[in-house]
């Protein structure tokens, strides 16, 4: 919800970047399903994009979601969702009450 | 604020949407208070709850499907249970999705011909072919709908075979766990031969300003993860409650005849439940995530899963009847659910039968099976008789209306208000809560008021200040108790109007949410401006309201009652020893509860109250 609202202005959970696959019937566990923040973009291959630029917008086009080799980006209403940190400060984070996502730097990646 | 509601004629076949209007919502709210309002108007003495004139109404709270704190729903209808006011309070995901798919509110009338099921996506509405869900428990019927409609992340509420066998207690659930759970809203949706509501919704929640929401959401929220109750309830749930209900002797043990167990109960405590627990998992939108999901492995249960249960849950099919076995009590909790019928109305008409078994009032020549205090492959055969109305269970499936079938000398041994059964604890040491439970509008309820700080021996400079007036800080005084149970009932009907989960409020603790925070929050997630005050007065108009539907169908004073047990046996051993309900005093706590609600004193509302509360031009069938 709020990864939506703090993007879009409104409320919508399809328009978030970052989703949770939960089996409500079952047993099974909650998937995340978010933007892994790949070194190896695939998702702009075939593009003639500036890597740095794309990773900061949340708003893609869905073909990007169609090359994701983890299927990580919803498509809704015309847009791939993409997860760009908020810019540092994951919204998501901090709502987060079980303390189940973190922000991690990952060693030798550049800059956000 | 877009939200409409839908009216639906299953006989007809049509669906009518409509706006609902800045008035209404300033008036009602939504949730309960908009769903009283839509049903005031057919709520006569006349209407036969199975009827088809019946309105099944489904009201999700005004903040339900936003950054509020917990996404409920009500379902209210006449009930069949009781024969009065139906009205049930609901968890999970169910009301949120309604509010994604552009709806707060339906209300649903006319039997359909055939079985049919709703299924709703985006505002657009189908009325589709139920007979291959027939006979399906409550679970698999939403697995099917899911797979039938090739999508899983709709929200089904549903009823199994208890709703289709027009059980008095049936509910409708939805998920592993929620439930609209008391006053038989699943057998009022079972004479519609309504199986499902099949909802997907993904349209946008408007937000006037999203940049302030998200501050102040983020403010309430950390300052919600600091707090100690936040913490137990999220890790243990509400089981937690257990010890010291037992410690302190306001537990049900063998209907009310003992109020505590000692050692035995610890068998129920959360820490026992914990052995069983895979996880905790939330409502919609919820921090606090107080739910647990559970699993037998091994023993006779072996390969049960599911999510709760709750304190009242575990508490009905447990202590009440004398059975410490956690893992019967969450098979036979697990049952209930799959069945589709409540677990506490069903716990106490079971309980009611062990003691005129144990009594020798009935034998087994009417219960067909031995009937002792714990028995627990009794219990479980029985729920399923209930179920299907075989034998004795069709007789149980009655309720309260099963007391001519079982003579004149059972009637004392069912304990019930107002046509519904009392529900887990024993209300003769806590004063209060006795007082919310024979006032409650829909029967034996414990949550219309249960002022749960009260066991808490606050200082009384801290109750004054929140009820505004002297409140005793001793359970087992009276005085001041009825200012207490009308404040919690007012905040309580604002909580139920909003969707915000009882839990998030001053039922958990006196710093918990209340109507500056509410203020706030229907601002920003709507716009609409109310003062606290005026939030005040829509939980008294709430309140009236049902009061004054109830008045108009014969309801007096003479109904706001206590089991004949409170009242004429002290308990008889254990940390509550001795206490019991005075006449006398109880009476003192009905005249001052009267008094600050603005009503007489045979509890109907005055025509100043319903002028100064905007009722007085309600209308009446």
Redesign the interface.
Same mark, same amino acid.
């Given at each position: 919800?709020?990864c939506s +609202?703090?993007h879009?202005?409104?409320?919508?959970?399809? #328009?978030s970047a970052v989703r949770i696959e939960s089996d409500? +019937?079952g047993?099974g566990l909650n998937v995340p399903l978010l933007c892994r923040q790949c070194k190896n973009m695939k998702c702009l291959e075939g593009e003639n994009a500036d890597e740095g630029m794309e990773k900061r917008k949340f708003l893609w086009a869905p073909s990007r979601a169609q090359r994701c080799p983890f299927h990580a980006l919803p498509v809704?209403d015309g847009y791939a969702y993409h997860c760009d940190l908020c810019g540092g400060n994951p919204?998501c984070l #901090?709502?987060c009450?079980?303390n189940a996502l973190s922000l991690q730097k990952v060693h030798g990646a550049g800059p956000l | 604020m877009t939200r409409k509601i839908a009216f639906i004629d299953l006989e007809k076949g049509t669906v009518r949407i409509e706006p609902i209007s800045v008035e209404l919502r300033r008036k009602f709210l939504g949730g309960r208070g908009m769903n009283m309002h839509l049903l005031s108007g057919s709520y006569t003495p006349e209407l036969d709850p199975l009827s088809p004139r019946n309105p099944l109404i489904f009201g999700a709270g005004l903040l339900t499907g936003t950054l509020g704190f917990g996404s409920r729903m009500n379902i209210t209808a006449k009930s069949p249970e009781s024969g009065g006011l139906g009205d049930s309070n609901m968890g999970g995901h169910f009301g949120s999705e309604l509010v994604k798919a552009g709806l707060s509110h339906l209300v649903i009338t006319g039997r359909s011909p055939v079985p049919v099921y709703l299924s709703i996506k985006n505002g657009a509405f189908e009325i589709r072919d139920a007979r291959g869900l027939k006979g399906l428990d409550t679970v698999e019927t939403q697995k099917r709908i899911r797979r039938e409609l090739g999508d899983h992340r709709v929200q089904i509420a549903c009823i199994g075979p208890a709703g289709e066998n027009l059980v008095r207690f049936a509910c409708i659930r939805s998920g592993l766990k929620s439930a609209a759970g008391r006053t038989g809203m699943g057998a009022v949706m079972g004479s519609k031969n309504l199986k499902a509501v099949a909802v997907r919704g993904t349209l946008d929640i408007e937000i006037p300003n999203p940049g302030a929401y998200l501050t102040y959401y983020q403010s309430r929220l950390n300052r919600l993860m600091q707090s100690k109750w936040a913490a137990a309830l999220g890790r243990q749930g509400t089981p937690l409650l257990f010890r010291n209900s037992n410690l302190m002797g306001f537990l049900s043990i063998q209907n009310n005849q003992y109020t505590a167990a000692g050692e035995r109960v610890a068998g129920l405590y959360a820490e026992a439940l914990e052995a069983y627990s895979t996880g905790m998992v939330a409502c919609s939108g919820c921090p606090v995530h107080c739910r647990h999901r559970f699993a037998i492995k091994n023993g006779r249960y072996a390969g049960t899963m599911g999510e709760g249960p709750e304190y009242a849950s575990m508490g009905s099919m447990g202590s009440k009847l004398g059975n410490y076995d956690i893992e019967t009590v969450l098979f036979a909790s697990e049952l209930c659910n799959r069945y589709g019928m409540d677990t506490i109305s069903g716990g106490t008409y079971i309980a009611w039968a062990m003691e005129l078994y144990q009594r020798g009032i009935i034998d087994r020549t009417v219960t067909g099976m031995s009937l002792e205090w714990g028995n627990g492959e009794a219990l479980i055969e029985l729920l399923r008789r209930i179920a299907y109305r075989e034998g004795f269970g069709n007789i149980l499936a009655e309720g309260s209306f099963a007391r001519p079938m079982l003579g004149e000398s059972s009637r004392e041994y069912l304990l019930e208000i107002k046509n519904l059964p009392i529900e887990m604890t024993d209300e003769r040491l806590p004063k209060s809560f006795a007082l919310g439970l024979a006032t409650s509008t829909r029967g034996a309820c414990h949550m219309r008021s249960r002022p749960s700080i009260d066991v808490l021996g606050l200082p009384e400079e801290v109750l004054n200040r929140v009820y505004g007036g002297p409140v005793s800080n001793r359970l087992s005084s009276y005085s001041g108790k009825a200012r207490m149970v009308w404040w919690h009932e007012r905040i309580n009907a604002v909580a139920d109007a909003l969707g915000i989960c009882r839990f998030q409020t001053v039922f958990s603790s006196p710093h918990a949410l209340h109507y500056p925070h509410f203020a706030k929050l229907i601002a920003h997630a709507t716009g609409l401006h109310l003062t606290p005050k005026e939030i005040k007065t829509i939980g008294e108009r709430i309140c009236t309201l049902e009061r004054w539907m109830l008045a108009r169908s014969g309801l007096t004073r003479r109904d706001d009652t206590l089991p004949k047990r409170y009242f004429d046996e002290p308990v008889p051993e254990g940390p509550a020893k001795g206490e019991v309900v005075s006449r006398k005093d109880f009476d003192g706590m009905l005249d001052e509860y009267y008094r600050l609600h603005g009503w007489d004193r045979n509890g109907v509302p005055r025509t100043g109250t319903l002028k100064k509360l905007g009722l007085i031009h309600e209308n009446q069938s």
């Open positions: 919800m709020v +609202l703090f879009t202005g409104v409320i919508n959970p399809e #328009k409500d +019937l047993a809704y919204r #901090k709502v009450t079980p | -």
